[in-house]
T-cell receptor, first 112, second 114 residues
Framework: TQLLEQSPQFLSIQEGENLTVYCNSS?????LQWYRQEPGEGPVLLVT?????EVKKLKRLTFQFGDARKDSSLHITAAQPGDTGLYLC????????????FGTGTQLKVEL | NAGVTQTPKFRILKIGQSMTLQCTQD?????MYWYRQDPGMGLKLIYY???????DKGEVPNGYNVSRSTTEDFPLRLELAAPSQTSVYFC?????????????FGNGTRLTVT
């Protein structure tokens, strides 16, 4: 099983601050997804990155896939309380299998 | 648009009891998955299915069983509940294109084994 480590595990910031969440592995993934999960609900997809070096933007969120396709980052600009949640990265295993391996998660809290 | 529906939402079991967690989807997706999530953590894959009649083990299958008799339903069975199985269980469905398509999750079943 390919492991995905996320850092930091917890993050508590004030509204308006910027932050970056990292997702790292020693293995290569064919693609990587980021999900956000709110209490009592299942994770919801934010973005999928496929190409090494790819950068995608979703409003104030910027996602990057590492050149070697082993890592990814999520950067949030001017965080808002609505960004609060558990952020999960998930890698598509190479060689098929049609399975996603999830990262360890980053719990973000944005306070007024 | 229901998507993926899980029942029950909550359940308390005594050690040694058995139960089935139900999962049904109305998206006609072939791929379905069961994950468990411990507090504040990521998800670990228990079992998955690429279509009716086909199932395979994930990362943490011990203590669980699944079946996939129809495209819509993918129940998860716990035969002898243990405290280590206290967790939140999520079912997910996935459609084409595979790979790269998203997982559509249900809202989970919170299980406590005492």
């Amino acid at each position: 099983t390919q492991l995905l480590e996320q850092s930091p595990q917890f993050l508590s910031i004030q509204e308006g601050e910027n932050l970056t969440v990292y997702c790292n592995s020693s293995s290569v993934f064919s693609s990587l997804q980021w999900y956000r999960q709110e209490p009592g609900e299942g994770p919801v997809l934010l973005v999928t990155v496929v190409t090494g070096g790819e950068v995608k933007k979703l409003k104030r969120l910027t996602f990057q896939f590492g050149d070697a396709r082993k890592d990814s980052s999520l950067h949030i600009t001017a965080a808002q309380p609505g960004d609060t949640g558990l952020y999960l990265c998930a890698g598509e295993e190479t060689g098929g299998g049609n399975k996603l391996t999830f990262g360890t998660g980053t719990q973000l809290k944005v306070e007024l | 648009n229901a998507g993926v529906t899980q029942t029950p939402k909550f359940r308390i079991l005594k050690i040694g009891q058995s139960m089935t967690l139900q999962c049904t989807q109305d998206m006609n997706h072939n791929y379905m998955y069961w994950y468990r999530q411990d507090p504040g953590m990521g998800l670990k894959l228990i079992y998955y299915s690429v279509g009716a009649g086909i199932t395979d083990k994930g990362e943490v299958p011990n203590g669980y069983n699944v079946s996939r008799s129809t495209t819509e339903d993918f129940p998860l069975r716990l035969e002898l509940a243990a405290p280590s199985q206290t967790s939140v269980y999520f079912c997910a469905a996935r459609g084409p294109p595979i790979p790269n398509s998203p997982l559509h999750f249900g809202n989970g079943t919170r299980l406590t084994v005492t």
